[in-house]
């Protein structure tokens, strides 16, 4: 919880921090709570035994007086402070992805997870100046960024939106044939940055793990987003014409639509610049615009345990972000084995240093003492 302590009010962020425990009854309950002190929290947690803790913004007043704050009238109770935070979810494309669906996912679709935090990280630090950013795995389908600048943390609801804005590129619905439109003459520096990251991903993983040409139905897909009908069915014949070739299909019919997307008799700018729309389209991040343009959305605690999964929602360092396995991350149920097996020599004593002590033996050391943020 250190990134939560940090104070740039008047008041103090922790003790006005809104904390919501979610607890296993009937109804799906939920409590809001604030406290004074982090023994405060950990106290509750052991009371209460959340499956799962969203964290807030922090409030003008004690959040655990909303309802009396809220009677008296005016704008008493209201957000004053809270981290810029995105979610991404690898169910939000389900459209081009073909190994999964929902909340599953595999090897051959998380490294889009890994597109995202590079594309997102490299535009919050070098574009907006930010420097304290965590990012954490879900614990099941997805990934949460924390910006915890004190000038990110301070952003109104319309300085959000237009971090939003900059950053959103993939447009439409599930049901939308074009989904990514990019103008100009020249590409926004941000844009041009991300199409190399884009490209690189696109070409040399993704057009292979997910099979794009090697099916009707998707090289389908792709064929709708040229704007040309004579490029459209010159390839279609083509792709139609089942000739063996030793190279990998997807690669050969990839190579021959840039080919003639781009070759010199091309002269309309729309038309040239649908390979990049193709590669944006499939592999641009896709964020969860509400989450991120309003203080009060609440986000899920990183360290949680996802209750569908028993994954902990673990940190991600950016730097690294490619390597990291969402199917090898630490469970509960074998932190409890790991744990224990120590507590047996360990006197039973049960006080925080000792815990910690404890978990630096267990599959989340690498994790617990990060300093990502």
């Known amino acids: ?23 296993r009854c009937t109804n799906g309950c939920r409590m809001e709570m604030s406290f004074n002190k982090v023994d405060d929290l950990q106290q509750a947690i052991k009371d209460h035994c959340p499956f799962k803790i969203d964290i807030g913004p922090v409030y003008s007043v004690d ?3 909303r309802s009396a704050y809220a009677q008296s009238g005016g704008n008493v109770f209201r957000p004053v402070e809270r981290e810029l935070v995105f979610d991404i979810d690898i169910s939000d494309y389900d459209d081009v992805r073909f190994c999964c669906q929902g909340a599953d996912v595999c090897s051959a679709c998380w490294p889009l997870m890994t597109v995202a935090i590079k594309i997102i990280d490299t535009a919050l630090r070098e574009d907006f100046g930010y420097n304290h950013i965590l990012w954490v795995y879900s614990g099941r389908r997805g990934v949460h960024c924390w910006v915890c600048d004190g000038k990110a943390r301070r952003l109104d609801d319309g300085q959000r939106a237009a971090i939003v804005n900059y950053l959103h590129v993939h447009k439409g619905n599930e049901h939308s044939i074009k989904k990514v439109t990019l103008v100009g003459q020249t590409f926004h520096p941000f844009i041009g940055r991300s199409a190399e990251v884009v490209k690189e991903f696109f070409e040399e993983k993704f057009v292979l793990s997910q099979n794009l040409f090697s099916d009707e139905d998707r090289y389908e897909k792709i064929l709708e987003m040229i704007p040309d009908e004579s490029i459209t069915s010159e390839l279609r014949g083509k792709w139609q014409d089942k000739k063996h070739t030793r190279d990998d299909i997807n690669v050969v019919r990839w190579g021959q639509l840039k080919h003639l997307l781009q070759s010199g008799k091309q002269k309309m700018l729309g038309v040239r610049r649908c390979v990049e729309e193709i590669m944006f389209t499939f592999t641009y991040p896709r964020l969860d615009l509400e989450i991120s343009k309003h203080m009060n959305h609440l986000l899920k605690a990183p360290f949680c345990i996802h209750p569908k999964t028993g994954r902990v929602c673990v940190p991600i360092d950016p730097k690294h972000c490619e390597d990291f396995d969402p199917s090898s991350m630490p469970t509960l149920s074998r932190l409890l084995e790991e744990l224990n097996m120590r507590a047996l020599g360990s006197g039973g004593e049960e006080d925080l240093e000792n815990i910690l002590h404890l978990a630096n033996h267990t599959d989340i050391s690498s994790h617990l003492f990060c300093n990502l943020c």
Do not use: A
């Open 1 to 23: 919880m250190k990134f939560l302590m940090v104070s740039t009010l008047t008041i103090s962020r922790f003790t006005m921090r809104s904390f919501f425990h979610k607890l």
């Open 63 to 65: 959040p655990e007086k």
